[in-house]
């Protein structure tokens, strides 16, 4: 596994017209840990995560991977698409709508990167696109369409499709939200194995399960604000803050039956 | 009486004029694709002049009729100075007519995408290019291919309004036909039954062609 990335944030605000999304984000990812963004929706937990590989523009602040800053050059001085895009080659994202492009196989939606961004021979494209559908459990699925597969099969074809790109830095935006509970559990024991491989990852998430046992840092966004980012433990078990307390509780009475 | 006799005498000539109704709607098509496309890359684009001509262009040519276009640009051409066969004038109007229903065939079937297929594409590096050759216009062609069939054959049926440039297509071989003949209703049944003929296989092809792109 290559190196694992770390991501800086600095003062990081965004905003869509006048709604303000995002407001003086400071949060540090360090290498090769796993940290989780909960709150509410609408709290600006996705549009954070986004920011990181410029999918979302932020206004003003620093993102910084290893150091680099991404998206501009300077202050309001974009940086240059092909910049942009080898920064990206070594960042992976997972969606929550999945999103395989569903006129490839599973295995061309994972070679698709690899030949057209990483400038790899077909040949090898699909060796390595198979190796990658092995590691998630799917070495039997590899010529099926997207449509032919479950949802959590369609998302662990997701998570091939951006692991095969070697990246050191790995976002997940809600992978689990959009499928049936049951088919929940495939896509978390992928992840667990991806964190502990020492994968930098990034996950924004409803599963306070997976974050109270796999994260290393837990962050609470509410309103565009980052409220607190401590140990799984400190915001999952004992908030101090009233505004996770109250999450938290929301949540546990729409778990209980 | 209906004659038989007539009637199947009748598709010799219909079925040789047919070749200028099928040239002229697969020109006219071939000429539709390829300015509507770039109709609609304009509309999408982020410039704003090119939006704006490509919008005037798409309601402009889906706001008048197409005989009317085919007359004002038959007479207007000579005026500025160009002779050009009635043929040429002929599959070149119908083709810039066809090209503003395209565009927004096109544009409809891009909008249908989810944002995500492009983003998947670009959050891996993709270069701009590479997303629409290898996400967007793959799929875009494919949810659009029942909407280009249906394109096709009205383009088939439009041509006939191309007999008032004096094309001797289906409609006016059979006018002709007609004229002679003194039995217009056997000529016309044969001309509807080769339109008809055309427009099956054309349908066929359609239903073929999304049989084979079906994920």
């Known amino acids: ?257 | 009486m209906f004659s038989l006799a007539v009637f199947f005498q009748s598709f010799g000539p219909l079925f040789w004029a047919a070749r200028y109704t099928l040239l002229i709607s697969v020109l006219g098509i071939g000429l539709g694709i390829v300015i509507g496309t770039l109709i609609c890359a304009a509309r999408l684009s982020p410039y704003p002049p090119l939006r704006r001509f490509a919008a005037i262009w798409v309601s402009f040519l889906r706001g008048v009729p197409l005989l009317v276009q085919l007359l004002v640009f038959y007479y207007a051409l000579p005026v500025i100075g160009l002779d050009v066969p009635a043929m040429v004038a002929a599959v070149v109007t119908v083709g810039i007519c066809a090209s503003a229903y395209i565009s927004e065939i096109w544009r409809g079937a891009i909008a249908a995408l989810p944002k995500g297929q492009a983003e998947a594409a670009v959050a891996i590096g993709m270069t701009p290019v590479d997303v629409w050759t290898r996400v967007i216009l793959p799929q875009a062609v494919t949810l659009s291919l029942p909407a280009l069939i249906n394109e096709l054959i009205l383009l088939v049926k439009a041509s006939s309004l191309v007999s008032v440039v004096g094309i001797l297509e289906i409609t006016r071989a059979s006018q002709a036909q007609a004229a002679t003949t003194f039995r217009p209703l056997e000529v016309y049944i044969a001309a509807a039954c080769i339109y008809l003929l055309i427009n099956l296989c054309l349908a066929a092809l359609g239903r073929y062609l999304e049989h084979r792109t079906a994920v």
């Open chain 1, 1 to 257: 596994m290559p190196a694992a990335s770390s991501v800086e944030m600095r003062k990081v605000n965004k905003y869509y017209d006048k709604f303000q999304a995002l407001k003086d984000i400071d949060l540090s990812i360090p290498p090769g840990k796993v940290t989780c963004l909960i709150g509410p929706s609408g709290s600006g937990k996705s549009t954070l995560l986004r920011c990181i590989n410029f999918l979302e523009e932020y206004d003003s602040g620093e993102v910084r991977i290893d150091g680099q800053l991404i998206g501009y050059d300077a202050p309001n001085k974009k940086m240059s698409g092909r910049r942009l895009r080898e920064m990206r080659r070594s960042i992976g994202m997972v969606f929550q709508q999945f999103n395989l492009w569903p006129h490839m196989t599973a295995r061309e939606n994972v070679a698709e990167g690899l030949i057209r961004v990483r400038r790899i021979s077909k040949a090898d494209a699909d060796r390595r696109a198979s190796e990658a559908l092995a590691k998630v459990g799917l070495a039997d699925k590899s010529a099926s369409h997207p449509s032919r597969l479950s949802g959590g099969q369609q998302q662990r074809v997701a998570i091939a499709r951006a692991i095969a790109m070697e990246p050191r830095l790995m976002l997940f935006d809600e992978p689990t939200s959009a499928l049936d509970p049951e088919l929940v559990g495939e896509v978390l024991s992928v992840m667990r194995t991806l964190a502990g491989e020492g994968m930098t990852m990034v996950v924004v998430t409803h599963e306070m399960g997976f974050a109270a046992h796999v994260a290393d840092q837990v962050g609470f966004m509410e309103k565009g604000e980052l409220v607190s980012v401590d140990s799984p433990d400190r915001i999952l078990h004992h908030p101090e803050d009233p505004r996770i307390q109250s999450f938290l509780r929301t949540y546990h009475e729409r778990n209980s039956f």
